[in-house]
């Protein structure tokens, strides 16, 4: 069932599943107290997903299955867009929708950005300048590549706790999406992970693009519903704040060096 991502709370999942609210009662408590501040709660969930499970990314040896989560196939599906979601994108807003299913939470971001695709799909393209560009991600290294298929190590760091994963994308700018797996054939931290970027010339705006950023995931372990969600649409936010803002600021570069004559500031200097 499709639901808007600011639309899922917890106190709905708890109602819905009495069962599995009694196995963790005691950790339901902790989360009641901890709720009024989200980030003390997405801290005391990430203490204890990270010492109940055990991590061992290793490049030498494959990931323990082929894939849980259907991967996006081929061009992603055409969104269509009801005009309070046009009018949030033409305020500078991103809106975010969410698909939960029992393998993970699916989500969808949609944004609007003064660059081009070309200028878009630079940014997301440059894998080793995402530890500068994107929050958390302290090394990011290709590791292989052949054509659209390009193969990425990621680490992730978020406060204390650290995550290695494989990412493999079918990278296809000209044909308007790259989509993305792990790649199976190395051990990563994170179970499964699939999702796309897709990058259109805006509809109404010359030079702009529409960003749309898609990822499902599944952590290792026991990782309740209600934060996986909230990491999902933080995950969704994140993606799409960073290529704004890199891909507005490399444009407005480009325009200044136009004006310019080519020159920077500091060439007059």
Same mark, same amino acid.
């Given at each position: 069932?499709?639901? @808007?991502?600011?639309?899922?709370?917890?106190?709905?999942?708890?109602? @819905?599943?009495?069962? $599995?609210?009694?196995?963790? @009662?005691?950790?339901?408590? /902790?989360?009641? %107290?901890?709720?009024? !501040?989200?980030?003390?709660?997405?801290?005391?969930?990430?203490?204890?997903?990270?010492?109940?499970?055990?991590?061992?990314?290793?490049?030498?040896?494959?990931?323990?299955?082929?894939?849980?989560?259907?991967?996006?196939?081929?061009?992603?599906?055409?969104?269509?867009?009801?005009?309070?979601?046009?009018?949030?994108?033409?305020?500078?807003?991103?809106?975010?929708?969410?698909?939960?299913?029992?393998?993970?939470?699916?989500?969808?971001?949609?944004?609007?950005?003064?660059?081009?695709?070309? $200028?878009?799909?630079?940014?997301?393209?440059?894998?080793?300048?995402?530890?500068?560009?994107?929050?958390?991600?302290? $090394?990011?290294?290709?590791? +292989?590549? !052949?054509?659209?298929?390009?193969? #990425?190590?990621?680490?992730?760091?978020?406060?204390?706790?650290?995550?290695? +994963?494989?990412?493999?994308?079918?990278?296809?700018?000209?044909?308007?999406? /790259?989509?993305?797996?792990?790649?199976?054939?190395? !051990?990563?931290?994170?179970?499964? @992970?699939?999702? +796309?970027?897709?990058?259109?010339?805006?509809?109404?705006?010359?030079?702009?693009?529409?960003?749309?950023?898609?990822?499902?995931?599944?952590?290792?372990?026991?990782?309740?519903?209600?934060?996986? %969600?909230?990491?999902?649409?933080?995950?969704?936010?994140?993606?799409?704040?960073? #290529?704004?803002?890199?891909? $507005?600021?490399?444009?407005?570069?480009?325009?200044?060096?136009?004006?310019?004559?080519?020159? !920077?500031?500091?060439?007059?200097?």
């Amino acid at each position: 069932m499709k639901r @808007s991502a600011v639309e899922i709370g917890w106190r709905g999942r708890r109602n @819905s599943r009495r069962g $599995e609210h009694r196995s963790h @009662s005691g950790l339901a408590a /902790a989360w009641e %107290r901890a709720a009024p !501040n989200l980030g003390r709660l997405l801290v005391f969930v990430l203490i204890l997903h990270a010492t109940s499970t055990s991590r061992a990314a290793d490049p030498e040896s494959p990931h323990p299955h082929q894939g849980l989560i259907e991967p996006f196939a081929g061009p992603p599906p055409e969104l269509e867009l009801d005009a309070a979601q046009e009018r949030a994108l033409a305020a500078g807003q991103s809106i975010f929708t969410s698909l939960e299913g029992k393998a993970g939470g699916r989500g969808l971001a949609v944004q609007d950005i003064a660059a081009s695709p070309q $200028e878009v799909w630079s940014r997301i393209r440059d894998f080793s300048d995402y530890p500068r560009m994107v929050d958390h991600i302290q $090394e990011c290294e290709p590791y +292989y590549e !052949n054509g659209s298929d390009i193969r #990425v190590r990621f680490v992730l760091k978020i406060l204390s706790f650290r995550y290695e +994963y494989y990412i493999k994308h079918d990278f296809r700018p000209e044909a308007g999406y /790259a989509s993305r797996t792990l790649d199976y054939s190395r !051990n990563s931290d994170l179970d499964d @992970s699939v999702g +796309y970027w897709a990058v259109i010339p805006h509809p109404t705006k010359p030079g702009h693009s529409r960003l749309f950023y898609s990822i499902d995931m599944r952590m290792r372990g026991w990782f309740p519903g209600p934060l996986r %969600r909230l990491l999902a649409r933080q995950g969704l936010r994140t993606a799409t704040s960073w #290529v704004k803002r890199e891909a $507005e600021s490399a444009a407005r570069e480009d325009d200044e060096l136009r004006a310019t004559g080519g020159r !920077n500031d500091r060439d007059r200097s």
